[in-house]
């Protein structure tokens, strides 16, 4: 599942507007936009310091390219801050179905897509893990006592009871969120209507609202509707109806397809989903029918710096592969593992994973495919989750430990910090944990490139862990020699700490913020770089 939120899902969705005076207001998209890459002692502002690490360390400086994958929903490939930066294979001849370099995947171009069938169809949702698990063992355990079971099945069976609750409790949650959506949008509807006909007008946008609020006493709501779509950055009454409805089709897919028993979209892509070992299924689509997440995550990393369009990644001199392994739904665990295995055998050298779920019943192959990426020399970088939710004791994967519980040494798990050094500067929903989180990076009202030449503001710990992606490029840029754990080590020790007393996440408890990850900190390109260059003698 996409470890993000935007404006559309999260305070939309889960809050539910009943009507647009009583919303609670978000933080304004005119907020600074490239906040993350902002000093704290130059700005005022706990970004990663890019900027300065640009102007005092970097420039002129010899970068040797580094190839990032993004295992993500797929990536909008015509994007104007993408294109110049976007992997492609030389040795493939795009469409001409021969597979030129013999890897079992035909006409790779760009990257994968392992949600897709041979005939060009594509994935857009699926079910969460618990919905498969309830799926695929109710038959065998419905109404069975544990004790009775033989032991061989016992621990499968916790994992079904598990699964279960967590389904019913889900599809319940989401009915209700449904209702409340429809019940808004109509609402919204008329009251929008019947401010149109009141000032005579086909479109309520923030200038003639404006307007109205200053001449028209006879129209007092104007105001407070003006308010409303500048808290949330919508332009017109139009685009505020518009995100309520893709929250209202969101939340329809998640009951009707991502929480329902009976769905399943997997024959579509024609594979055997109980072999763990096929690779070679899926197809060239690597950008997919909806690509706005992974479009996201990319120009967080490396969109085009400093072209004057949309937004800024944090890294130069890089090239991104994108391979689609994350549905709208949770992604697979035979997936995931293929992802891992492709990217790094066609030359990525990190790989941005922001995704996550609560089950993993094939675990063993990602940790594998992990294992396999440590031993060519690749570093994983992952999303540490928006359940607000302590890592060290909760389910959360792919998780930073292998089943074996040893620490995965060349993956980094990323919470989420915000633009404010107050008791908000820890992301309200981001996982945390002392052990099993590594470090916070910016994650809240992350502005980047979005489908179609677009740009939206997310947050979550999606947007995170590309940060941190982007910072481990750069250094990878600058010293190709850098081992995975090198690469950890250095972001980790660099990381700046912060002592703010802040809310533990999903709650109004006051805590130390460097209680929530291993390094009690935010990672830092500038810190990171004068460190190397302090660790690799630069003179």
Known sequence: MFLSTSPRYSRLALLGLLTFASFTARAQTDAV???????????????????????????????????????????????????????????????????????????????????????GQNIAVETLEQTRIYAQYRAQFEGKKRKALAPADQALFD?????????????????????????????????FGRMKQALNAAVLDTALLRQAAQSRPDVPSAGSLLAFLRRNGYGSTDEALKSLNEAVTHSRDRVEKSLNAEYNPRPLVGDDVANLSETGYGNPDSQGPDATHGTHCAGIIAGVRGNQLGADGVAEAVRIMSVRSTPSGDERDKDVANAIRYAVDNGAQIISMSFG?????????????????DQKGVLLVHAAGNSSRDTDTGRNFPSARYLSGQDIPNQISVGASSRLNTPALAAEFSNYGKQTVDVFAPGVDIYSSTPGNTYSTFSGTSMAAPVVAGVAAVLKSLYPQLTPQQLKQIILQSAVPYHTKVNKPGTKKLVDFASLSKTGGIVNLYEAVKLADQQLAVK
């Open 33 to 119: 936009r490239r906040w993350q890459h902002l000093d704290l002692k130059a700005d005022g502002v706990p970004g990663i310091s890019a900027d300065r690490a640009y102007r005092e360390l970097l420039a002129g400086r010899k970068r040797t390219p580094v190839l990032v994958a993004v295992l993500d929903s797929g990536i909008d490939s015509t994007h104007q801050d993408l294109k110049p930066i976007l992997w492609r294979k030389p040795t493939e001849v795009p469409g001409n179905g021969v597979d030129e370099d013999k890897n079992g995947y035909v006409d790779d171009v760009r990257g994968w897509n392992f949600l897709g069938g041979k005939d």
């Open 159 to 191: 994992v079904y009871e598990l699964a279960k609750a967590a389904y019913q409790k889900d599809l319940a949650h989401e009915k209700e969120q449904l209702t409340k959506l429809t019940e808004a949008f109509a609402s919204n509807t008329a009251s």
């Open 357 to 373: 779920k609560d089950f993993s019943p094939d675990k063993a192959a990602v940790d594998a495919a992990m294992q396999y990426a």
